[in-house]
Structures are given as C-alpha cells and as structure tokens.
C-alpha cells in the first residue's frame, strides 16, 4: 500500500542534498580569507620597501681620474742597502747625502740635446724616396705577372642564358690592349732600372776609397769660397749652413741646394754661388765608378768672422 512520504524522509535528504551541492564549511572560506589578506600586505611591504631604494645617475660632468703614471729616477751610483725611507724610486738602491738642507734631484751638467741631429731630414726624405721607388718595383712586376695569366673564366648562374662569344675583333683589340699595356711596364721598368746609381756619404764615417776625393772637394770649395766671400757680408755677417751637394762620375754637379739656412739670404746666395763658380770637379776614380754613378753628400759650410769658408 503506497503512500505519502513522511517528515522524517524530507529532513533526512536536505544534508545529503548540500553536500552534494559542494558548499564548503564557513570556518574554511575564513582560513582561506585569512592567508589571502596577509599574503596582500606581505606584497604591499615588499613594493614599499623596493620604492624607498634610490638610485643615482653618474655625474657626466666630473672628470674621470688619469693614471698618473710611475715616475722613476735613474740614477748613477748605487748602494747595497736600501734606504729605509726613500725620497723618489730609482732603478737601483742609492743611500747618499749631500751638501744641501733643501731637497734637490741631480741633474745632468750637459745641455740638453735636440731629438734629431743634423742631416736626419735629408735621411728620412732619403728613406722615404727608397720605400716609394721599391714599393712602385713590386707593384709593376704584379702588374705585369697579372696581365700574363689569364682570367679565370666566370660561371654563369643563369645556364639557360646565351652565352655570347667574342668576335675576332674583339679578340684582336683585347690582344692589342694586353700588348701595350706590357710594353708600358716593360719601359718603365727599363727606365727603374736605368736610374744612375747613387751613393749618399756622411759625414762623420765613411770608406777609404771616398775620403781623398772629398778632401779634395773640401779643399777646393774651401779655397774658392775664401776668395769669393761675399762682399756684402764681409766683417758684418756671419753664420753656418747645411748644404746638400750631388756629383756626377764625370765631375759635373747634379743638384745642390740648401738642407738648413743660416738665417741669412746673402750666406745661402753665396754657398750656391760658390758651387757654380767651382764648375766641374775631378772625375770618379776608376773604384767609385766601377759601383756607381753619382755620389751624394752633406756638408757644414762655415762663414767665419775672418772673412774665410770652411766646409765639414
């Protein structure tokens, strides 16, 4: 006999009914809550502290500071011990006195002497002309070498393209072109290779077989620039000059011109005057021709005070 259900069965469903429905208790949803807010403050700490560390830009405008090196002291004596408090650093131990109450360094009594000494322009410009004439020889006989082998054929990409073949024309002007070119290097290295041969003396050493020629060159200079002093500097004027001279195997002068002026045009005038007046000087011995064709050399011409010219 079926009937209506009874209170107790309705009451006895609603529990299993809200824990089918997923509720959780409320002291959970509160534990929950809980972290949830600590875990905010936490972070609001965190970005407050990280906002109140400053960070400062570099000052462009403040020099950075220089190495100022190490100074040294050479010294030209030297001791065993070391000193036990040393004014200056030096290359070797040196424990001495002196005669002064006020601290001093040595000094050389010398004067002090120039970087470059006379007759250094005249080599470097010497060097200079040496490294242009053997970088040109190289470059020529590349040149040369080049225009002898022939040109690696280029591949074409494009295999369906036409390959278009020169005409007998062509071939002739491309031959003809190649022929003058060679002839251009060949005559200029004819001409390099034609180029007389010199030989620069100094003046502070030099070989046996040079010496006489230029004493006799020294002494005739000297002999002829005495008689033909300027007149316009006599008594008056004074002073020395670097004269650059260049001679010929037969005696003749190539070039001469002036390596330092005296400071005076009418010394300067001189010198070169007396070159020309000397005309022509002894011819090569047979030694120096054999190995070369010009001879080239600096000397200091002196006018003295004594109305007479010196040359070394």
Excluded: C
């Amino acid at each position: 006999m079926t009937g209506k259900p009874s209170r107790a069965s309705h009451q006895s469903r609603r529990p299993q009914t809200a824990a089918a429905a997923g509720l959780r208790p409320v002291g959970l949803r509160l534990h929950d809550d809980r972290r949830l807010a600590i875990a905010f403050a936490i972070s609001l700490l965190v970005h407050g502290l990280a906002m109140t560390i400053g960070f400062v830009m570099p000052d462009r405008e403040k020099p950075r500071e220089r190495d100022r090196g190490l100074e040294v002291v050479l010294v030209n004596a030297r001791h065993t011990r070391a000193p036990q408090k040393p004014d200056v650093l030096a290359q070797t131990h040196l424990d001495g006195g002196g005669n002064s109450e006020q601290n001093a360094r040595p000094k050389s009594p010398l004067p002090p002497q120039d970087a470059r000494r006379e007759g250094d322009a005249l080599i470097d410009a010497r060097k200079r002309t040496t490294d242009v004439e053997a970088s040109r020889s190289r470059v020529l006989t590349a040149e040369k070498s080049t225009e002898k082998t022939p040109p690696a054929p280029v591949q074409q990409s494009d295999q369906s393209a036409p390959q278009v073949q020169p005409s007998g024309l062509d071939l002739l002007n491309s031959v003809s072109a190649v022929a003058r070119m060679e002839a251009e290097i060949d005559r200029s290295l004819d001409e390099l290779a034609k180029r007389p041969r010199k030989k620069f003396i100094g003046a502070r050493a030099q070989e046996y077989r040079f010496a006489q020629y230029l004493e006799d060159w020294r002494q005739k200079i000297e002999r002829i620039g005495t008689l033909n002093y300027p007149d316009a500097a006599r008594g008056r004027i004074y002073g020395s000059l670097l004269l650059y001279v260049a001679i010929r195997a037969d005696g003749t002068v190539e070039k001469a011109e002036i390596q330092r002026s005296s400071g005076e045009k009418i010394l300067d005038e001189a010198a070169l005057r007396i070159v020309r007046l000397a005309g022509t000087f002894a011819p090569f011995p047979e030694d120096i021709r054999r190995d070369y064709d010009v001879i080239e050399f600096v000397r200091t011409w002196t006018f003295t005070n004594a109305n007479s010219l010196t040359a070394k």
